[in-house]
């Protein structure tokens, strides 16, 4: 089983910068892939990043493309979500998965992923 808590949320003005940090148990967080998703208040969940079990592929939905930034040092276990030039839009729960079965595949399709935390919330004021 697989433990994952997420922090670094809270509230930022449009145009600022939030780090989010994603802690997982376990002794094989480096054989995994590793994305990150959001849900805003009465929508549905939607994937922002994903990063491969050694960092080298990433990929981001467009939406963030150029403004977040997705890293890992599995060395700590963690995944990282850099976010810049925020804007009121990213106001949402975000959320970090696993995707141990493809550790190289950094695609946004939710069924992919299966351990997930509990979320961090982050509100972007206008």
């Known amino acids: 089983q697989v433990q994952l808590v997420e922090s670094g949320g809270g509230l930022v003005q449009a145009g600022g910068s939030l780090r989010l940090s994603c802690a997982a148990s376990g002794r094989t967080f480096s054989s995994y892939a590793m994305g990150w998703f959001r849900q805003a208040p009465g929508k549905e969940r939607e994937f922002v990043a994903a990063?491969?079990?050694?960092?080298?592929?990433?990929y981001y939905a467009d939406s963030v493309k150029g403004r977040f930034t997705i890293s890992r040092d599995n060395a700590k276990n963690t995944v990282y979500l850099q976010m810049n030039s925020l804007k009121p839009e990213d106001t949402a729960v975000y959320y970090c998965?696993?995707?141990?079965?493809?550790?190289?595949?950094?695609?946004?399709?939710?069924?992919?992923?299966?351990?997930w935390g509990q979320g961090t919330q982050v509100t972007v004021s206008s």
């Open positions: 990063i491969s079990w050694s960092g080298g592929s990433t």
């Open positions: 998965a696993t995707n141990r079965l493809y550790s190289d595949y950094v695609g946004p399709e939710e069924i992919l992923y299966d351990y």
